[in-house]
């Protein structure tokens, strides 16, 4: 049923995957940021209680979702990795890890500059925060590792190791922060949990989900690339890819 | 439009430091990070041609030494 | 038969931890001088210390054990010997559990012995201190298994140290999280046979699963 993936273990069948997708991904990246942002800074109602502070949701909680999604995604393509022995997998898993924690900055600043006027501290620790920076220091220590080796191929393996020990953490490190948090809590409420959300308010928000994962996957075919020539600087297809880029950009 | 002027939506009831920031910072961390996977990507095939040129140097300088 | 190549592998690592006493000694050394540190730096009051012993002795007790850890695979990879389990017809995952019981034995029995007079520096009640054996009890080999897998995948890099913490500690947070509340939960006189099952969840998990996430590092490692 999957034959039709085959191909993309081979790193150059990926490459040029990445060059097809790529367009693709950085017009539909624009596109629907554009849309979401304009939509969700200018067009959405105020909430009744955070007044237009609230629009920082509009980027919050898209980089919070995705910033776990794509540490499940680089999960999922060490799992590839280990048991079909593909590196490209490990490849992508690697182009992926920066992205993901640029993702989680996010979240936690934008979740720093919510609270600040919500609540008048610039740090909380409560429960979706202190998982956030926690899987902040999951993904450092993801890139740091793979950093670590210099043979790259034993670098992705242990990489993708730790990804899979961190992606089966992660919800005991969600839930056991959680409670904690419940333990700990003082007179604040977290309100970053909506009860219900109007959808002149949701629309802006799903659209900027699609944009930032479309960005994300943008971002990814470049990074992916950028790792696949530097794994396969002497391959006789690499040095055409770039003899030819280098003529294009002289002539 | 929820705002009835542009100053009024660059104030943003009040709140313009916090949104802005965000907004901002936001939007130069990913210029930030599409910037320099880019340029990576360029530099990465800048060596690639670098080391072709200086085999083809060494190649010719190799051929007319044996000649 | 095989009982006895398990065996040997076991005593020989008991032999050359007790040959190597003072490298024992270093991590029981730093987890003392860590606790000195917090009456010294934030009040010796016993209320305060009491209110942050729990969580002073098991922050103590994760940073000495990341020390202690690098131990565990190291000597093994540089001299050879752990060629020779992997290329060996023993399944690697048993050959790990081993290892990392005799690690357990030598590295964090030591720290269970100690806690007491850990528990007087920081003026835990007896019914903390009976929460707090226990907790170390299931938390300590969870240290150890979780730990080995981190261990098995940097024992081959040269500056494996700082980065293991740096891969260990979020994963760590959890138990902290739990142990820390059982031991409240007992200086409030409330039951903490919660937190402890979910530590013991946890154990399970990790003893149903590290081994082979072990000894695929160990392969990583020895490529």
């Given at each position: 049923?999957?034959?039709?993936?085959?191909?993309?273990?081979k790193t150059e069948k990926a490459y040029r995957l990445c060059i097809t997708l790529q367009p693709w991904f950085?017009?539909?990246?624009?596109?629907?940021?554009?849309?979401?942002?304009?939509?969700?800074?200018?067009?959405?109602?105020?909430?009744?209680?955070?007044?237009?502070?609230?629009?920082?949701?509009?980027?919050?909680?898209?980089?919070?979702?995705?910033?776990?999604?794509?540490?499940?995604?680089?999960?999922?393509?060490?799992?590839?990795?280990?048991?079909?022995?593909?590196?490209?997998?490990?490849?992508?898993?690697?182009?992926?890890?920066?992205?993901?924690?640029?993702?989680?900055?996010?979240?936690?600043?934008?979740?720093?500059?919510?609270?600040?006027?919500?609540?008048?501290?610039?740090?909380?620790?409560?429960?979706?925060?202190?998982?956030?920076?926690?899987?902040?220091?999951?993904?450092?220590?993801?890139?740091?590792?793979?950093?670590?080796?210099e043979d790259k191929q034993q670098g992705g393996k242990a990489a993708g190791v730790m990804a899979l020990v961190?992606?089966?953490?992660?919800?005991?490190?969600?839930?056991?922060?959680?409670?904690?948090?419940?333990?700990?809590?003082?007179?604040?409420?977290?309100?970053?949990?909506?009860?219900?959300?109007?959808?002149?308010?949701?629309?802006?928000?799903?659209?900027?989900?699609?944009?930032?994962?479309?960005?994300?996957?943008?971002?990814?075919t470049v990074r992916l690339r950028s790792e696949i020539i530097r794994r396969e600087l002497h391959r006789p297809?690499?040095?055409?890819?770039?003899?030819?880029?280098?003529?294009?950009?002289?002539? | 439009?929820?705002?009835?002027?542009?100053?009024?939506?660059?104030?943003?009831?009040?709140?313009?430091?916090?949104?802005?920031?965000?907004?901002?910072?936001?939007?130069?961390?990913?210029?930030?990070?599409?910037?320099?996977?880019?340029?990576?990507?360029?530099?990465?095939?800048?060596?690639?041609?670098?080391?072709?040129?200086?085999?083809?140097?060494?190649?010719?300088?190799?051929?007319?030494?044996?000649? | 038969?095989?009982?006895?190549?398990?065996?040997?592998?076991?005593?020989?690592?008991?032999?050359?931890?007790?040959?190597?006493?003072?490298?024992?000694?270093?991590?029981?050394?730093?987890?003392?001088?860590?606790?000195?540190?917090?009456?010294?730096?934030?009040?010796?009051?016993?209320?305060?210390?009491?209110?942050?012993?729990?969580?002073?002795?098991?922050?103590?007790?994760?940073?000495?054990?990341?020390?202690?850890?690098?131990?565990?695979?190291?000597?093994?990879?540089?001299?050879?010997?752990?060629?020779?389990?992997?290329?060996?017809?023993?399944?690697?995952?048993?050959?790990?559990?081993?290892?990392?019981?005799?690690?357990?034995?030598?590295?964090?029995?030591?720290?269970?012995?100690?806690?007491?007079?850990?528990?007087?520096?920081?003026?835990?009640?007896?019914?903390?201190?009976?929460?707090?054996?226990?907790?170390?009890?299931?938390?300590?080999?969870?240290?150890?298994?979780?730990?080995?897998?981190?261990?098995?995948?940097?024992?081959?890099?040269?500056?494996?140290?700082?980065?293991?913490?740096?891969?260990?500690?979020?994963?760590?947070?959890?138990?902290?999280?739990?142990?820390?509340?059982?031991?409240?939960?007992?200086?409030?006189?409330?039951?903490?046979?919660?937190?402890?099952?979910?530590?013991?969840?946890?154990?399970?998990?990790?003893?149903?699963?590290?081994?082979?996430?072990?000894?695929?590092?160990?392969?990583?490692?020895?490529?």
């Amino acid at each position: 049923m999957w034959k039709w993936l085959h191909p993309y273990a081979k790193t150059e069948k990926a490459y040029r995957l990445c060059i097809t997708l790529q367009p693709w991904f950085w017009i539909g990246a624009i596109v629907c940021l554009f849309i979401g942002t304009i939509w969700g800074l200018a067009f959405a109602p105020q909430d009744y209680q955070q007044g237009d502070s609230f629009r920082i949701i509009y980027i919050h909680v898209p980089s919070a979702i995705l910033s776990m999604g794509t540490y499940v995604a680089m999960a999922v393509a060490a799992l590839v990795g280990m048991v079909w022995q593909w590196r490209t997998a490990y490849m992508t898993m690697i182009a992926m890890a920066p992205v993901g924690a640029v993702m989680t900055f996010i979240a936690l600043f934008t979740g720093a500059a919510w609270g600040k006027p919500m609540w008048g501290a610039w740090w909380v620790w409560d429960a979706r925060l202190t998982s956030e920076l926690i899987l902040l220091f999951l993904y450092i220590g993801v890139i740091a590792l793979y950093g670590a080796f210099e043979d790259k191929q034993q670098g992705g393996k242990a990489a993708g190791v730790m990804a899979l020990v961190g992606v089966v953490n992660i919800p005991i490190i969600h839930y056991s922060v959680e409670w904690w948090n419940t333990l700990h809590q003082g007179a604040t409420i977290s309100k970053f949990d909506n009860p219900s959300i109007a959808p002149e308010m949701l629309w802006p928000l799903l659209i900027n989900l699609l944009g930032f994962a479309l960005f994300i996957g943008a971002v990814t075919t470049v990074r992916l690339r950028s790792e696949i020539i530097r794994r396969e600087l002497h391959r006789p297809w690499v040095q055409a890819l770039a003899s030819s880029y280098y003529e294009n950009k002289r002539t | 439009m929820q705002f009835d002027s542009f100053s009024s939506f660059l104030s943003m009831g009040g709140y313009a430091f916090y949104v802005w920031l965000s907004f901002g910072v936001t939007g130069g961390a990913m210029l930030l990070l599409a910037l320099q996977s880019y340029l990576q990507h360029k530099s990465l095939l800048n060596t690639v041609v670098v080391e072709q040129e200086r085999r083809a140097r060494v190649k010719k300088a190799r051929d007319n030494a044996s000649m | 038969m095989v009982v006895a190549l398990y065996k040997g592998i076991f005593k020989r690592d008991m032999s050359i931890a007790f040959q190597q006493k003072a490298e024992l000694m270093q991590p029981l050394m730093f987890l003392l001088m860590v606790v000195t540190l917090f009456p010294l730096g934030v009040s010796p009051s016993p209320d305060t210390l009491q209110r942050i012993g729990p969580g002073v002795i098991w922050i103590a007790a994760i940073l000495s054990s990341l020390m202690a850890m690098e131990r565990m695979f190291r000597d093994d990879f540089q001299d050879g010997a752990m060629e020779q389990y992997v290329l060996s017809g023993l399944p690697l995952p048993a050959v790990s559990i081993v290892k990392v019981a005799g690690h357990w034995l030598v590295s964090f029995v030591p720290l269970l012995l100690l806690s007491p007079l850990l528990a007087v520096f920081l003026h835990l009640t007896i019914d903390m201190y009976i929460a707090l054996m226990l907790t170390l009890l299931l938390g300590t080999p969870l240290l150890s298994l979780i730990g080995a897998i981190a261990v098995g995948l940097t024992v081959g890099l040269q500056k494996g140290g700082l980065l293991l913490a740096l891969l260990l500690i979020p994963v760590f947070i959890p138990l902290l999280i739990f142990a820390t509340s059982a031991v409240d939960s007992a200086a409030l006189q409330l039951p903490y046979y919660p937190q402890l099952a979910i530590i013991a969840a946890m154990l399970l998990l990790a003893v149903a699963s590290a081994p082979f996430a072990i000894a695929y590092s160990l392969k990583v490692s020895q490529n």
